[in-house]
């Protein structure tokens, strides 16, 4: 009578056992399945590196458009414009070259210009002619011409050219930074020039 009871008590403690294991299996299920669902309804997890967000900021910077310097710079590097005053003087200046043509062969008109200019210098005192160049192409003589009845000096370039056949071209050109091409009257004192030559030479300008 004691063994069959001792049996039966130990087969109700296996079947306890075995009940109890039953129930924790079931609470480790819902458990599992407790945070299965909590995943998924949070979306995937992505695991980021540390240095990605230091590529894509050089990636952005590489692709970014450049940005336009400010307007204070791009005045400053714009070269400065010409006021409107410098404008108008510049029209206004004067003009210091001056040119006519000749009926002469160039090598029969440069010497009697050359010897008309020497003989005004010779009787007009303050006026100087030289020749300073002589050449197939071109013949220059430099010298001051001094207005009569006037204090106007002039530093004066004369340049004797070919024109063709039988003509010849001849330049009077001022130095605007000498004597009084800038403040004085070049046009005038060229015309005078040209008829000191013309009237040595015997004929005029066409």
Do not use: H
């Not at 299920?29 to 299965?36: D, T």
Request: glycine share 8%.
């Amino acid at each position: 009578m004691q063994d069959f009871a001792m049996k039966n008590w130990a087969l109700i403690r296996k079947m306890c056992y075995i009940k109890n294991m039953k129930r924790m299996v079931y609470l480790l299920l819902s458990f599992l399945a407790g945070i299965s669902l909590t995943l998924s309804s949070c979306g995937t997890i992505q695991i980021v590196p540390k240095d990605q967000p230091a590529k894509e900021q050089v990636q952005k910077e590489k692709t970014s458009p450049e940005k336009a310097p400010p307007p204070e710079v791009a005045r400053k590097e714009s070269p400065p414009e010409k006021g409107f005053l410098d404008k108008i003087l510049q029209k206004i200046s004067p003009q210091d070259t001056f040119a006519r043509t000749y009926p002469f062969d160039f090598g029969l008109f440069y010497p009697k210009a050359n010897s008309a200019l020497q003989d005004y210098a010779r009787g007009k005192k303050g006026n100087s002619f030289q020749i300073s160049r002589i050449g197939s192409d071109a013949v220059i003589l430099r010298g001051v011409y001094l207005r009569e009845g006037t204090q106007e000096r002039y530093v004066s370039t004369l340049t004797i050219k070919p024109a063709g056949s039988q003509k010849s071209l001849l330049e009077i050109k001022f130095d605007s930074s000498g004597g009084d091409a800038s403040s004085g009257n070049p046009g005038d004192a060229a015309k005078e020039i040209f008829q000191i030559i013309e009237k040595a030479a015997g004929a005029p300008a066409r």
